[in-house]
């Protein structure tokens, strides 16, 4: 009976709650002036994940460089790629946050509705799409011109395939690289894209295959499509997925890899070369210093390599070739000024004809792409990537690159 | 009492009925003691005041409007779920399929908001998708109950293996619906035109969900105990020879009662999608098929029990992820202190069934009695 009465009262409470909240919420919404500024970060997985660790590092170091005290920021972790997202974000905004930024693609659409919910705090889905089509002047997209660091992976790793060509040590007859990618999204097809043809601006007769794995976080899936590829022939292999499988993989067979998001050379101190991040330290920064200072920013932020957003790391000089270093310097300087061009026009052909706008973008993928934009597209002899908005879009099948299967 | 012969330090015997004063003297003090654990442990490992932990905890479900609703949007899921469950526990038969069920409903309401989007009126999918979802749902119980009832298969694994069936469809039909091309992610579908999504009910969001799980749990506590569907299927799970003596058709209750569990999870499932979270994910039933069975056990089957029990499931994991955001510990460490405080609720239902007697314990049974 008692039991009754008690979960009869918990029925009430329930229903109550929310009416007594009412009454003694409001106002919580409202912000103050530039010094009680706070800012907020979205993640998907929390410090285990290499992909949100990346993040949550940039995110202090921003924090940490512009003094910011420890209730000026807040961090939620776990949030998942649905409705917990609106709310995470709806409750950053009722702690006071001005700036809030989510670090996963699946994000972006509760970060949009948020962004309906509260216009006065400005929201940014990093690695989103939909920010230009939005029409909303509080909803962003950043990511980084990630291709830039790719490319010059690709360098050290075609520099890296000259040496064992040198040495007569090649599985078949002409250099091939292995590549394990997540998806056929834009962003890897880009990925995967400028590292090939850093290679090859070195290492002209390489070609490389890919395989997809269908998750970002497949550390099995990843081993075995890295195993796969050494076994098929491949001399050098690289990732675009975020675990440690396609190195210890590499490791495992004493094939080279170039890595993706953070250095592995402890996972393979005898095979890892090189490998690119993005760092979003100095973008955390700048749009929170706008937003502090009441100024607006760009709805779609892209870093660079030159200002450090994009950052090649820790060069393992036991695996990597002879002058790998030098020549890095090289490239990287090229590429700031302005003198190379990832996607060179004529460094490249899609069915054995050369790029132009008659034939980008690829068909179907890049749905709200307006065709008026495809001469400016491949102005000046070269594909514009990461400008018409921040995440990568380059998405041609170009020559040499041969997809091994396109399930996902 | 001379102890001539040896008693051992401890013995175990089965408490008969006691009051439930005393029953829930009981619960208080497991809590109570779990907390003390909980802040001894907090102490040692990470030097932060238990009180500011636990308060953060609180903050987690109850520091604003907005995390009220995000509670009881949990809490409503977790209880339609753990409803569901309910009388097929109550029948002996180990639905651990609650999830797929779930999930089957999910695929089925997305199926109809995506490709009659632009074909009919957002009143009509609402319907159709309404509609699916149940019988969707209903169907993935079903399979199992009609194995159970015509070749005696064990329910157990049956219904745990269509949990992993039901979600593997689901990544199937993601990366077809996929948005865009390669993503792998659906999003919010029909974000725009908002075509198939329920209604908001007095502005608030989450306020439907709310409002049918309660109506289900009423429902489920009356079907329970006052129906004749009710009756049968607890007699079934007493003893099914029992039942066929007196007339039941085993089979046929066992099929009907996981139709009425399908039927539930599918109507969960509409309205996850249609209702609150408006998209498509693998992870979108957030394990509450698991959590269910034990929010239901808790409660020994009394649905309204079950709005404490699932309460404190949720309570523990926004809290848990409430001292991660306010005081930057690890999620994990939610996880642990959530451990605790089961070990001791769970713990104190056994010192409610059964009482320990200690050697020398002269002149004190009276007392633990």
């Not at chain 2, 070749?151 to 990544?171: D, G, H, K, R």
């Amino acid at each position: 009976m008692k039991k009754k009465l008690i979960a009869l009262l918990t029925c009430l409470v329930m229903v109550m709650m929310p009416v007594l909240a009412s009454c003694g919420g409001g106002g919580s919404s409202e912000g103050g002036d530039a010094s009680e500024f706070k800012v907020g970060l979205i993640c998907l997985h929390d410090e285990n994940s290499t992909y949100d660790l990346n993040f949550i590092n940039g995110f202090k170091e921003a924090v940490e460089e512009m003094g910011l005290s420890e209730d000026q920021y807040m961090i939620k972790t776990n949030v998942g790629e649905d409705q917990a997202c609106e709310d995470a974000a709806g409750e950053l905004a009722d702690a006071g946050c001005k700036l809030i930024f989510s670090d996963s693609f699946g994000h972006q659409d509760y970060m949009l509705q948020a962004a309906k919910n509260f216009p006065d705090v400005q929201f940014v889905s990093c690695t989103g799409v939909n920010a230009a089509a939005s029409g909303l002047d509080n909803f962003h997209n950043a990511f980084a011109a990630i291709y830039e660091g790719r490319y010059l992976a690709g360098v050290a790793a075609g520099m890296k395939l000259n040496e064992i060509k040198e040495a007569g040590k090649l599985k078949g007859d002409a250099p091939k690289m292995g590549y394990v990618g997540a998806y056929t999204y834009a962003e890897v097809v880009s990925g995967y894209t400028s590292f090939f043809l850093g290679a090859r601006s070195v290492c002209p007769d390489v070609t490389m295959d890919v395989t997809f794995t269908g998750s970002w976080y497949d550390e099995t899936a990843e081993k075995e499509a890295a195993n796969k590829l050494i076994k098929s022939g491949c001399d050098l292999i690289s990732q675009h997925a975020d675990s440690f499988g396609a190195p210890t993989a590499c490791e495992n067979a004493g094939v080279p890899d170039v890595s993706y998001n953070g250095s592995t050379k402890a996972q393979g101190p005898n095979t890892y070369i090189v490998s690119s991040r993005i760092n979003w330290a100095p973008f955390f920064k700048s749009a929170s210093e706008a937003v502090q200072n009441g100024e607006t920013f760009d709805v779609d932020c892209v870093g660079t390599i030159a200002d450090d957003s994009v950052q090649i790391l820790e060069l393992n000089t036991d695996v990597a070739a002879e002058g790998t270093q030098e020549k890095l310097d090289e490239v990287k300087a090229g590429l700031e000024d302005g003198s190379i061009h990832v996607f060179d026009l004529d460094t490249f052909t899609v069915g054995g004809k050369k790029a132009d706008s008659s034939n980008v973008p690829a068909e179907g993928t890049w749905a709200d792409f307006d065709p008026a934009n495809a001469e400016a597209l491949v102005a000046d002899g070269y594909y514009h990537e990461s400008e018409f908005r921040s995440a990568p879009y380059f998405d041609l099948q170009i020559d040499g690159i041969n997809l091994l299967d396109t399930a996902f | 009492m001379d102890n001539k012969v040896k008693e051992p330090l401890i013995h175990i015997t089965k408490r008969k009925m006691i009051p439930k004063k005393q029953e829930w003297a009981i619960r208080l003090g497991g809590i109570l003691a779990a907390l003390i654990v909980c802040a001894i442990i907090t102490t040692i490992t990470t030097h932060l005041n238990p009180i500011a932990v636990y308060g953060a905890m609180w903050e987690g479900s109850f520091g604003s409007e907005r995390k009220i609703w995000a509670m009881l949007k949990e809490l409503a899921a977790l209880l339609l779920i753990s409803v569901a469950l309910t009388p097929a526990f109550k029948m002996k038969f180990w639905n651990l399929g609650g999830g797929g069920q779930v999930m089957a409903g999910v695929l089925a309401t997305a199926a109809c908001m995506i490709t009659l989007a632009d074909k009919m009126p957002s009143g009509a999918i609402m319907l159709i998708s309404f509609v699916s979802a149940l019988f969707a749902g209903a169907l993935g119980a079903f399979i199992p109950a009609f194995c159970k009832a015509k070749w005696n298969t064990n329910e157990t694994l049956f219904t745990l293996m269509m949990n992993y069936v039901a979600t593997q469809i689901v990544a199937y039909f993601i990366i077809i619906w996929e948005k865009p091309k390669g993503s792998g992610k659906i999003g919010i579908i029909n974000q725009q035109t908002q075509a198939g999504w329920l209604p908001e009910i007095g502005g608030k969001q989450y306020m439907l969900i709310v409002i049918v799980s309660l109506i289900m749990t009423v429902f489920m506590y009356i079907y329970l105990r006052y129906s004749k569907h009710g009756y049968e299927l607890t007699v079934v799970g007493e003893s099914q020879n029992t039942a066929r003596y007196v007339g039941i058709n085993v089979g046929k209750v066992i099929v009907r009662t996981l139709i009425l569990c399908g039927l539930i999870c599918g109507l969960t499932g509409w309205l996850l999608v249609a209702g609150t979270d408006h998209t498509m994910t693998t992870t979108i039933e957030g394990g509450k098929g698991f959590l269910g069975v034990m929010v239901a056990w808790l409660a020994h089957f009394n649905p309204l029990g079950m709005i404490l029990s699932g309460l404190l499931m949720v309570f523990m994991a926004k809290g848990g992820s409430e001292i991660s955001t306010a005081l930057g510990l690890n999620s994990s460490y939610g996880d642990i202190l959530t451990g605790i405080i089961l070990f001791f609720v769970i713990g104190s239902e056994f010192f409610i069934n059964y009482q320990i007697h200690f050697r020398k314990s002269h002149g004190k049974e009276a007392t633990d009695a």
